[in-house]
Structure formats: structure tokens, C-alpha cells
């Protein structure tokens, strides 16, 4: 009787952590945070993880790369560049990855070169890509060639799923990725739709403030031109049109670094010497009567697809917007 008992509890037990694992795993399935299916619910409530993973496993693994034969490469500062507003006849996918480095762009144009050719390739530099050494081990490398993991038992992911299920309740979304790559900044679009976004000058006078702050630029990193030099090799062995731009800066943002001599002359040696590596680059930086509109930005670093509009008509179609950067000054390019 009392081993009856035993094998009956045990029975109930094993019987509900069956049914808990199996409830967790379906309810995890059904909301899918990971963004694989909006069934239940949709992309724009869940959280962007794994990017690099993600949009590698995306292109390369699951072959999208026949859909494209162009390709954005770049840091955060590239996702407003709209793909589909890019009307000259190419197909680009935007691989724009937050805090990315010029090692890690050149990985994935090289990657790409592996399964497709590309015709074109706008090549996305941020000024503050020089304040560090340039590091690419096999760990960076792993983060965009590890398989994307999908855990539906997991605690984590059963946190993630009640939070974008919340989200979606709530009608709170979030950011996500859409399919050619750009980045979809929901929430704050629903902000400005309803004219409820701080474009004010005091909030981009103090972001700009608060991030000069933080500037640490002791010297420029050559590391990069010799990087710069291997694409630009590239490019010419694989008949690629190269677009080369310095992404831009909110003018308050600009004006600071242009009091500071020590890390305004850097910047400029920067760009002379990328114009004497590619012969032509897009300056984007520091063009005041784009720069200084709020508007065109939600942050000093991050502006919105309106202003990748204006990237776009200078790149293709001989738009207004930023300098080429065309400057002749061979002592100063000795200095670098």
C-alpha cells in the first residue's frame, strides 16, 4: 500500500512537470518572441536579440542573399537608410548592426562575396570608429556565425514571451528589424504621428552635451586605414561601386567637437585621409542646414529615415546634402 502510494505521487509529479514544460514550450511557440512567426503576436511588440546572429543566419543560412545584389554595411547609424527608397534599379539589404566596427564590416562584405557577387555597397564610417584599437577574433566572429538559438523551454524566453505579450496588450511597441534590414523605430514614429515627440532644442543642446562628455580620443587608430586599403581592393577585384560616407551628427553635437582643437583636427585628418585612400567620400557629418534641423533626428547620432532620404538623393541622385570632401593637402595626409 505504501509503495502504491509512492508510484502515485511519483505518477502526479512527473505527470505535472510534463504538463508544466509542455505548457511553457507551447505558449512560448505560440508567441514566438524570437520574431520568426506574428500569429499570436506581432514583431513590433517583441525585442530585438542576437542581431548580428539573426541577420546573418537570415541572409546567409536561409539563402536571402538571392534577393539582394547590393548591401548597406554599417552601425546603427545606417538602419534609417530605406532600401526601398533607393529607387536607381539595385536591390540593397541593410546590414547595419548596432556599434559595429569597421573589422566587422569588412567581415560581412567578404562573407558575402563567398555566396554572391554585389554591384554596389555603401560603406557607413562613424567618426567615433577610430577612438578604439580595431579587434576581430574568432569570439566577434562567432557572434554572427553561431547558429541562432531557440530555447522554448527556457525560463528567459518564457520572460520575453510575457513581455511581448504585455507589450501587445498594453499596445507598447517596441523596435524591430524589418525584412531588408532597415530598423523600424515604432514606438517613437507613433510619437511623432501624434506630435507628442520632444523634438525641443534643450533635449538635443543636453544629449549633445552628455555624450561630448564622454568623448575618449587619444589618438587615431591607423589599424583602420590599412582596413580601408583592403577594401578598397576588394571593391576593384569584384567590380563593386563603392560609396563611401561618414554618417551624420545633429549639429549641436558637431559644434562641440569643433571647439575642442585636439579632437576636431583628428576628425579632419580622418577625412582627408579617407579622401586619399577612395578619392571621393560623402561627408554627412557636419553639413549645418541639414544637421542643425531637430526634426531629422531622434537623437544626435541616430536620425530618421527622412534625413537617410536626403543620404540617398546625394548618393544617387545628386542631392544637396553634405560635403565630398574633395581637399587637397598631402602634408597633412603625411601626418597620418
Avoid at 170 to 193: A, C, H, R, T
Avoid at 220 to 248: G, M, Q, R, W
Wanted: contains cysteine; charged residues 25%; positive net charge.
Amino acid at each position: 500500500m505504501k509503495n502504491y502510494r509512492y508510484k502515485k505521487w511519483n505518477l502526479l509529479f512527473v505527470t505535472f512537470v510534463l504538463f508544466l514544460c509542455g505548457s511553457v514550450f507551447a505558449f512560448n511557440y505560440l508567441i514566438n518572441p524570437y520574431g520568426e512567426r506574428e500569429r499570436f503576436v506581432q514583431n513590433k511588440y517583441k525585442p530585438v536579440l542576437n542581431e548580428r546572429a539573426k541577420k546573418y543566419n537570415y541572409i546567409f543560412y536561409e539563402k536571402n542573399y538571392t534577393n539582394y545584389d547590393s548591401l548597406i554595411l554599417g552601425s546603427s547609424r545606417v538602419m534609417q537608410i530605406i532600401p526601398s527608397h533607393i529607387t536607381n534599379g539595385e536591390r540593397f539589404y541593410n546590414f547595419g548592426v548596432h556599434i559595429a566596427s569597421n573589422s566587422e564590416k569588412l567581415f560581412i562584405l567578404k562573407e558575402w562575396l563567398k555566396y554572391s557577387d554585389l554591384q554596389s555597397v555603401i560603406f557607413a564610417i562613424d567618426l567615433n570608429n577610430f577612438h578604439n584599437k580595431e579587434k576581430f577574433t574568432q569570439t566577434d566572429i562567432e557572434k554572427f556565425k553561431k547558429p541562432y538559438k531557440k530555447n522554448y523551454l527556457s525560463i528567459s524566453t518564457l520572460k520575453l514571451s510575457i513581455k511581448s505579450l504585455q507589450n501587445q496588450i498594453s499596445n507598447n511597441p517596441q523596435v524591430f528589424f524589418e525584412k531588408d534590414g532597415e530598423l523600424n523605430y515604432f514606438s517613437k514614429n507613433i510619437k511623432i504621428n501624434n506630435q507628442t515627440y520632444d523634438f525641443s532644442d534643450t533635449k538635443y543642446q543636453n544629449l549633445a552635451l552628455s555624450t561630448y562628455n564622454k568623448i575618449q580620443f587619444d589618438e587615431v587608430d591607423t589599424s583602420n586605414f590599412k582596413l580601408f586599403h583592403t577594401l578598397k581592393k576588394i571593391a576593384e577585384e569584384n567590380n563593386i561601386k563603392l560609396y563611401i560616407i561618414i554618417t551624420p551628427l545633429h549639429y549641436e553635437y558637431w559644434r562641440l567637437i569643433e571647439t575642442n582643437e585636439a579632437i576636431f583636427s583628428q576628425y579632419q585628418l580622418i577625412k582627408i585621409k579617407l579622401q586619399s585612400i577612395f578619392g571621393k567620400i560623402y561627408n554627412f557629418s557636419c553639413d549645418k542646414a541639414f544637421n542643425s534641423n531637430n526634426e531629422f533626428f531622434y537623437d544626435i547620432v541616430h536620425y530618421r529615415s527622412s534625413l537617410g532620404d536626403e543620404i540617398i538623393q546625394s548618393l544617387f541622385f545628386d542631392g544637396s546634402y553634405g560635403d565630398n570632401c574633395k581637399i587637397e593637402d598631402t602634408d597633412v595626409i603625411q601626418q597620418l
